[in-house]
């Protein structure tokens, strides 16, 4: 099935939007899963969760927050990605030192998140590097992967005739690896955008005194279910136009590939 042309890719991407908020109003409204008062305090309403966005960002109090936790998901991110692109790299052309260090990789990727947030906490403090951290080791092994499996699977004819046209290893890298590699990098920088925010907002959510995870927190510590879905609301916004950036990017880098094999 071939992929709709963007007008109509967007118009199918907002009806599943007004689908999913008819739903949620029809369930806060009517008695359809149980009684309203029930319903709207699980869930508030689509109307007054807009509302208090609309309050947040007029009253000017959320773009300090919202910088916050932009600051840490950037950082989180940009580190995260350069160090996962290089070191896997590295593993991929040293299939010594990546049998050496396969082990230790897979271990410390399966240890759970949550419990390194209060350890980053204490060798870090409550201030943004603690949530760095902890953005930090969910956006690496992503890249990691990724890049590794990228460069690793590099065509074997394209890399046995650019040898043997007698390019240098940096000639390889630049021209045969690295573009192997790309779409890769791109796959997971899409996912590790939404990890890298992930890791900011559970930090803040675990102790801080400003953040997106920290309004949140706030919230939900006196049940005002409205202030928990804004922030997540907030969030999923946040989310989406820092990933429209990176198929930007994307897109401007894989120029050359077919447009099938690229984010539109």
């Not at 930090?203 to 049940?223: K, T």
């Amino acid at each position: 099935m071939s992929r709709p042309a963007k007008p109509a890719l967007l118009a199918l991407q907002l009806l599943v939007a007004v689908a999913c908020i008819a739903v949620w109003h029809a369930i806060t409204a009517y008695p359809v899963m149980g009684e309203v008062k029930t319903m709207r305090f699980f869930f508030s309403t689509p109307w007054d969760v807009g509302a208090r966005v609309a309050r947040m960002i007029a009253g000017g109090e959320l773009w300090y927050h919202l910088a916050i936790t932009l600051t840490e998901t950037l950082l989180a991110f940009g580190i995260g990605a350069a160090a996962g692109v290089l070191i896997g790299f590295w593993f991929a052309r040293q299939p010594l030192v990546a049998a050496v260090f396969d082990p230790y990789v897979k271990a410390i990727n399966a240890l759970p998140r949550v419990v390194l947030a209060p350890i980053f906490a204490l060798w870090f403090g409550l201030g943004i590097w603690s949530k760095v951290a902890l953005g930090v080791t969910l956006v690496f092994f992503i890249v990691f992967f990724n890049v590794y499996q990228g460069v690793r699977d590099v065509n074997q004819t394209v890399l046995a005739n650019a040898r043997m046209l007698g390019m240098s290893e940096r000639q390889l890298l630049r021209h045969v690896y690295w573009p192997s590699a790309l779409a890769w990098v791109f796959s997971s920088l899409h996912t590790s955008v939404g990890f890298a925010l992930v890791g900011a907002v559970v930090g803040e959510y675990l102790g801080s005194a400003a953040g997106l995870g920290y309004l949140i927190h706030q919230a939900e510590g006196v049940f005002d279910v409205t202030g928990v879905f804004a922030g997540m609301v907030i969030l999923m916004i946040f989310v989406i136009v820092i990933d429209g950036l990176v198929t930007l990017i994307e897109n401007r880098l894989l120029v050359w590939k077919p447009g099938e094999t690229r984010t539109e």
